[in-house]
Nanobody, 112 residues
Framework: QAQLVESGGGLVQAGGSLRLSCAAS??????MGWYRQAPGKQRELVAT???????NYADSVKGRFTISRDNAKNMVYLLMNGLKPEDTAVYYC????????WGQGTQVTVSS
């Protein structure tokens, strides 16, 4: 069974950095990504990366966040720099093959 497990969330001050990790198992996904959901808001795409390394970012995180993928380790990462309070959310890892699979999420809280 495909499984995704996020880690690396926590509390950070505005302007700080965090590196989120997602360990995938059960499948090598064609595309992987990070989504986030803040309280009272809908889930939104943060960044995606294909097996070949093509990336896409939400406009709100371009220039600040970097998604990367280690296919040998079946891991995907999200390096978040210049964090803002509006980045506070639960961050979910997604892996897509035939269906999309989701992790349980990791909480990122950015204080001013």
């Amino acid at each position: 069974q495909a499984q995704l497990v996020e880690s690396g969330g926590g509390l950070v001050q505005a302007g700080g950095s965090l590196r989120l990790s997602c360990a995938a198992s059960g499948s090598i996904f064609s595309a992987m990504g990070w989504y986030r959901q803040a309280p009272g808001k809908q889930r939104e795409l943060v960044a995606t990366i294909t097996h070949g390394g093509d990336t896409n970012y939400a406009d709100s995180v371009k220039g600040r966040f970097t998604i990367s993928r280690d296919n040998a380790k079946n891991m995907v990462y999200l390096l978040m720099n210049g964090l803002k309070p509006e980045d506070t959310a639960v961050y979910y890892c997604m892996g897509r093959l035939v269906y999309s699979y989701w992790g349980q999420g990791t909480q990122v809280t950015v204080s001013s």
